[in-house]
Structures are given as C-alpha cells and as structure tokens.
C-alpha cells in the first residue's frame, strides 16, 4: 500500500531557531499533501494544504509567515517552522493522497509517521 | 461548521472483552467516515472507511457502522487484545478531501 514517510520522528531545538519536517511519498506522486498539528490528548488540526506548484492553502488562525510550506515535488512537501517558541511544541503529521487513480471519496489518506517537536 | 465528537474519551477492558466507541458528527453531509488508530508518539493507521452510500464495513475483528441521517458511527472491536490498547480516531470526509477529526478514545485493554 502507499507509504508516506516523516522525517525527523523527533527534534529539540532551542527557541528562536527555525525546523524543517519533511513529509515524503515514498511510491505515488501526490498532488495534494496535508499538514496537520495535535496537542497532547487533543484531536488533529489540519494547519494547511499543501498543492505541487502552487502556495499552501492555511487554515483560520494558522500564521502562514511562521509555518512555510514548500510543495516543490509531487513527492515532497516540507513545512519549516521559523523562529520556533516553546509554544510551537506540539506532534506534527503529514498527510497525502489520494493516490492516482483513487479518489477520497473511496480511498484512505495515508499518513506519517509524525514528527514531535520540542522547543526549549 | 461540521463538529466530531467521540465517546467515551478514555476506556479500560479486561482482554477478551467486547467493545463499542462512539463516533458524532453535526453535519450528515460527509463523503465518507474513516476510522483510524493511533499509537502514542506515533502516526495514523487506516482501519476502515466507509462511504456515504454505505451502512458498515468489517475487516478482522473490527465492525464500523454508518448511520448518516443522525450522525452516528460506531466502531465495534470483538474480543479485545492487549494490542489493540491504542488510540481510536474517527474523522469525517468533507469536501476536497478536508478532514474533520474526532478527539479520539483512548483504550486499553488489560492482559
């Protein structure tokens, strides 16, 4: 089945650096990525869409200046987070599909593994 | 604005038990509903999903029912294992492939 890959599964870094997560699809191009963040004990939150070729697509309340997203493949899709603060702290998984010839309407997403970022 | 509520949000069986988790969605015009597990630390599993159209899929040990008009999806587990202590995740399909998810249940299941 599709396999979608994260990278890294965990980082620390220090408040005011900035990370790169990468979100890879490993055997589909994937037109459409999705990033997502959860809070301990909470649901997930779609942060942004992520579409091949064009600029992300970020929901209500997300700050597109502090959360990059680069679509630069139809394989890869990266969200950087800049000028990271302890509030930033939080489990980030990516998403995507479908894959080609599929449609959401009968076919699972397929996610990472996530990527648990902590800001000190 | 659609909502996703699970109950119960925490559950704690004996291993060999039977179960039932909860899935409410506000708005019944959904694509589809998936069902989803989630280790601690760890990304999202596919389970099941379950078009509009339809009333249920199984696979396994594993039944999830659709019922649209009022809201509800259920997800039943048969005979609980330890390695199902996981958590359980339902998310509704909108449109444009936009997902809304529950909170989640957390459940173990105890050896």
């Known amino acids: 089945g599709a396999v979608v890959s994260q990278h890294p599964s965990r980082v620390i870094c220090k408040s005011g650096t900035s990370v790169k997560i990468e979100c890879r699809s490993l055997?589909?191009?994937?037109?459409?990525m999705f990033w997502y963040r959860q809070f301990p004990k909470k649901s997930l939150m779609l942060m942004a869409t992520?579409?091949?070729?064009?600029?992300?697509?970020?929901e209500q309340g997300v700050e597109k200046d502090k959360f990059l997203i680069n679509h630069a493949s139809l394989t890869l899709s990266t969200l950087t987070v800049t000028s990271a603060h302890p509030e930033d702290s939080s489990f980030y998984i990516c998403?995507?599909?479908?894959?080609?010839?599929?449609?959401?309407?009968?076919?699972?997403?397929?996610f990472g593994n996530g990527t648990r970022l902590t800001v000190t | 604005k659609q909502e996703v509520t699970q109950i119960p949000a925490a559950l704690s069986v004996p291993e060999g038990e039977n179960l039932v988790l909860n899935c409410s969605f506000t708005?019944?015009?959904?694509?589809?509903l998936q069902w989803f597990r989630q280790d601690p630390g760890k990304g999202l599993t596919s389970l099941l999903l379950?078009?509009?159209?339809?009333r249920e899929q199984t696979s396994g040990r594993l039944n999830a029912s659709l019922d649209k008009s009022s809201g509800r999806s259920t997800l039943y587990i048969a005979a609980s294992q330890p390695g199902d202590s996981a958590t359980y995740l339902c998310?509704?399909?909108?449109?444009?492939?936009?997902?809304?998810f529950g909170p989640g249940t957390r459940l173990s299941v105890l050896p």
């Open positions: 998403s995507a599909g479908p894959a080609p010839g599929t449609s959401s309407y009968n076919s699972p997403l397929h």
């Open positions: 055997d589909f191009q994937a037109t459409t």
């Open positions: 992520s579409n091949e070729g064009s600029k992300a697509t970020y």
């Open positions: 708005d019944s015009a959904i694509y589809n």
């Open positions: 379950i078009q509009s159209s339809q």
């Open positions: 998310a509704v399909v909108l449109g444009g492939q936009n997902f809304v």
